[in-house]
Structures are given as C-alpha cells and as structure tokens.
C-alpha cells in the first residue's frame, strides 16, 4: 500500500491534506494513492448542498457541521468556489464561514477551486470525496458554487441534495424555470427571518407539488411527497433543517 494512503487510513491529518492536494492537481502518485483507498470508501453519507449564489449555503453548512458533531459524526467538508475566468485564482472563502470548527480532529474541511469545471463542482471534487470517505468521515457535506438552473453535477454525486432558497430570490415563475428544483431531497429555506421567507415556502410547496405529479405522469417519479421534501432553516445558531 502507498505510504501516504496508509496514512490517511489511520487519520494523518497532514497526510490527508497533502493526498487531496496530490488528486486535485493530478500530480504525483495520486491514481496509486486512490486504488489503494477505493477498498475503504463507500461507508459515508454524501450530503450536496447547493442553490443560488448568496443563498446562504456556506452558513447552512456551518450549522449542519455543528449538528452533525452534537450526534458524535465525524464531518469532512468539500467547498467549490469559482476560478476567475480572468486570472485564474480563486478566493476559497467558503471556510471562513466555519472557523467555529477550526482545530476538531474531527473534522476536515478542503477548499477546492473549480479550474473551469461546469456544474458546480470542480473535476476532483469526486475522487476528493473518496479520500475523506476513507479518511473516516461519517458524512461528507459537498458544497457546491452559486449554480443556476441546469448545473446539477451534485446530483450524480451525492446521496442526498439539499438545495437551499431564501426569500426575495425569484418568483414562483423563476422557480417554475429552475431545473435545480428538479433534482432535490430536500429543501431548505434560509434566512427565514426576512420579509418574503413564507411566500418562499409556500412557492416551493406549489413547484414540489405540480413538480410530482408531472414525475409521476412521465414516469420519473423520485417518490418524494412535498411533505418530506420541504424543511425551514433560519439563520440563527440553530440554523439547521429543522422539520420536515
């Protein structure tokens, strides 16, 4: 077995870094290192949170991690940011949101840029994913950048998509348009403390539930009723997905 994915089985925090470092930048023994992981993967929960740009993904992300930890899980964290177009550098500030976390042993957050990837994600964010899975994380939130309404590549890769919505964000004509809508187990509306926040769970109810029965007639019915489709969030210390 590679030294370094040896490492990483036994929770080398270090070497667990430098192994996600070596798969995004394809660089160096990596394919090695994840053979030799792929045996251990597959026991985490891949958990997509997605939506609009400034939908509040990085802070419901925060609060999922802290809730994840009350229940004793152990949490690794992908976060896509965009790459400049113009110069090719990326900010990677979606952590600065979760510093309450900083210094857990369990917990491991990775910062990936998308390197003009499309669909939300960057082009390692898979095999990444598979690294903290062997890592040891119970749960691997994904967070994906600000899509738009047909950038769905979480969906191929998580178990479970949770897009978040918050009020004054679009119509329900615009939710009528948004194919991301589509693709969801759940949904989450944040900063549920502003004007505007039961209008938008009352739009997504009506799209959830106009949406399941156009699936069902086409045959391509997830078997999700708006009942367990829909979950607030506020943007509050216990800004989770409180009920379903």
Known sequence: M?????????RDTRATARACRLV????????????????????????????NPGAGKS?????????????????????????SPFTGGAILGDRIRMQA?????????????????LGGLSRSAVDIARVLDAWGADVVLVETVGVGQ?????????????VVAAPGMGDEVQAIKAGILECADVFAVNKADRDGA?????????????????ARASGRSRGHSAAALHARAAESSDAVVVHE
């Open 24 to 51: 995004d930048d394809r660089a160096g023994d990596y394919a090695a290192i994840l053979k030799d992981l792929f045996p251990h993967t597959g026991r985490a929960w891949v958990l997509g949170v997605t939506g």
């Open 101 to 117: 976390h900083f210094g857990d042993p369990d917990v491991f957050i990775r910062s990936l840029a998308t390197r003009g990837a």
């Open 150 to 162: 047909d950038e769905l590549e979480i969906t191929r890769m998580a178990h479970t998509t949770l």
């Open 59 to 83: 802070t419901l992300t925060d609060r999922l991690i802290g809730a994840f930890r009350k229940q004793d899980r152990r949490v690794a964290v992908v976060a896509v940011d965009p790459t």
């Open 198 to 214: 039961d209008a938008a769970v009352r739009d997504l109810e009506l799209m959830i539930a106009l949406g399941g029965e156009v």
């Open 2 to 10: 590679h030294p370094l994915a040896e490492k990483v089985l036994a």
